[in-house]
């Protein structure tokens, strides 16, 4: 059983498009984070929710809209594509705010052409 | 969260042990010092945190230092599995949620 599993895998699109990314977890965690990596392999938190609520939104453009149906899934939703928007998204879930253990998904590379 | 400095790369044999240093001098003494690595392609993967006692599990060791100023992850037997990159982050108990992860340290591990 995945515990973090993300859709798609990889992910080829134009500027301008939108698009999605879902993430599901099955380990009954309350919290789950969006992060990127970008080019340099930097990995930086954009999202995080506890409980579907919103909890952090570090400087992310408006164009990223997270939405969490239920705890158990965090997509994110990414309007008019950048070239700048390529990088390796990660979900990841923990048992509760104050997790630093976190269990990451296998992460969506997204290429913006 | 304190900042943690680590060297950017280092090389171990496999089957010896592979020690891996990280100084984190500004750690408060509500933050955690946590352990994770990344392995080519794949999501980062947790291994292991301590407050101020040395904590062992299935997969490493983590040597706090009294001061708590510096840590060291101990992977006791390297394999060619443990090729990745290993971040140590400090983490609040009170607001853990965000990993600000660094550059973290790059092991090979060579045969």
């Known amino acids: 059983d995945t515990a973090v599993s993300q859709t798609p895998k990889y992910l080829v699109t134009q500027m301008g498009n939108d698009k999605s990314i879902k993430c599901e977890q099955n380990?009954?965690?309350?919290?789950m984070y969006w992060y990127k990596q970008d080019s340099k392999k930097f990995l930086k938190i954009m999202f995080s929710?506890?409980?579907?609520?919103?909890?952090i939104n570090e400087t992310v453009p408006n164009r990223f809209s997270p939405k969490s149906p239920d705890k158990a899934h965090l997509n994110l939703h990414i309007n008019s594509l950048e070239l700048g928007d390529s990088a390796v998204y990660f979900c990841?879930?923990?048992?509760?705010?104050?997790?630093?253990?976190?269990?990451f998904g296998p992460g969506t590379r997204l290429t913006v052409t | 969260d304190a900042k943690t400095t680590q060297p950017p790369s280092m090389d171990c044999a496999e089957g010896r042990a592979a020690n891996l240093p990280c100084n984190h001098s500004?750690?408060?003494?509500?933050?955690?010092v946590y352990w994770y690595r990344q392995i080519h392609s794949q999501g980062p993967q947790y291994i292991i945190h301590?407050?101020?006692n040395n904590e062992t599990n299935e997969m490493a060791s983590l040597i706090i230092t009294e001061d708590r100023k510096s840590s060291t992850l101990i992977l006791p037997h390297a394999t060619l599995r443990d090729t990745a990159v290993y971040y140590c982050?400090?983490?609040?108990?009170?607001?853990?949620?965000?990993?600000?992860f660094g550059k973290g340290t790059s092991l090979l591990v060579t045969p």
């Open positions: 990841a879930s923990s048992l509760t705010m104050a997790g630093g253990e976190q269990y």
């Open positions: 380990l009954g965690h309350d919290t």
């Open positions: 929710y506890n409980n579907k609520e919103l909890i």
């Open positions: 500004t750690i408060s003494g509500n933050e955690y």
């Open positions: 301590g407050l101020k």
């Open positions: 982050i400090a983490v609040n108990s009170n607001s853990g949620y965000a990993l600000n």
